[in-house]
């Protein structure tokens, strides 16, 4: 009985880590664009993880395991954001008095993960422009131009028509090119439609 039970717990077992865990890091990136605290995306990424394993029936085997775990993520994001919305605002005065008496040298090494996750390939501006966009475009932006998903793929994770999907990414992007024109000036670009 106990090799039946464990032949049954394998394959659920096995997907998980082929196909699940391999994408952490990309759900990680997701979760601190959304959250901008390490701690709450951390959260964000077990409580994907838990869902995860604990719906994994509902889960197509050698399907996109990214764009499921996205969407899961994307959910329970929601459903924290609202939680919260209801709490009254918290002040963690012990963080405040540790940040107070720490040394400064100690902050000035720190590296944002927003400025890890571009680095080498856009300066601090475009993170910047991105990261002040609403969420709803940063949304959008982040799935299609960052973590490479496609339309449809997006329009599954955030459960929206694809058109809605592709009106966002163009509204976005047009916020973003609005938001940076002075900066790619400044490095030598010209608008062409000139």
Same mark, same amino acid.
Request: charged letters at 30%.
């Given at each position: 009985m106990k090799n039946i039970?464990?032949?049954?717990?394998?394959?659920?077992?096995?997907v998980f880590e082929t196909e699940f865990l391999p994408q952490i890091d990309s759900l990680y990136n997701f979760a601190y664009h959304l959250t901008y605290n390490?701690?709450?995306?951390?959260?964000?990424?077990?409580?994907? !993880?838990?869902k995860a394993f604990r719906f994994i029936e509902k889960y197509d085997t050698g399907t996109n395991a990214k764009a499921w775990l996205f969407k899961i993520l994307k959910n329970a994001f929601i459903n924290q954001y609202r939680k919260k919305a209801k709490q009254p605002t918290?002040?963690? !005065?012990?963080?405040?008095?540790?940040?107070?008496?720490?040394?400064?040298?100690?902050?000035?090494?720190?590296?944002?993960?927003?400025?890890?996750?571009?680095?080498?390939?856009?300066?601090?501006?475009v993170t910047n422009a991105i990261n002040s966009l609403p969420v709803d475009f940063k949304t959008v932006i982040l799935l299609c131009?960052?973590?490479?998903?496609? !339309?449809?793929?997006?329009?599954?994770?955030?459960?929206?028509?694809?058109?809605?999907?592709?009106?966002?990414?163009?509204?976005?992007r047009n916020m973003l090119k609005e938001k940076l024109t002075d900066y790619a000036q400044s490095l030598g670009y010209e608008d062409k439609r000139n």
């Amino acid at each position: 009985m106990k090799n039946i039970e464990e032949h049954n717990e394998s394959p659920k077992e096995q997907v998980f880590e082929t196909e699940f865990l391999p994408q952490i890091d990309s759900l990680y990136n997701f979760a601190y664009h959304l959250t901008y605290n390490e701690d709450d995306a951390n959260d964000l990424v077990q409580e994907t !993880y838990m869902k995860a394993f604990r719906f994994i029936e509902k889960y197509d085997t050698g399907t996109n395991a990214k764009a499921w775990l996205f969407k899961i993520l994307k959910n329970a994001f929601i459903n924290q954001y609202r939680k919260k919305a209801k709490q009254p605002t918290k002040v963690d !005065y012990e963080e405040i008095v540790n940040f107070h008496d720490e040394e400064d040298t100690q902050y000035s090494s720190y590296l944002d993960l927003r400025e890890e996750i571009f680095q080498g390939m856009m300066g601090d501006e475009v993170t910047n422009a991105i990261n002040s966009l609403p969420v709803d475009f940063k949304t959008v932006i982040l799935l299609c131009d960052i973590e490479g998903f496609t !339309y449809e793929e997006i329009a599954k994770i955030i459960d929206i028509p694809i058109g809605t999907v592709r009106s966002r990414l163009h509204r976005a992007r047009n916020m973003l090119k609005e938001k940076l024109t002075d900066y790619a000036q400044s490095l030598g670009y010209e608008d062409k439609r000139n």
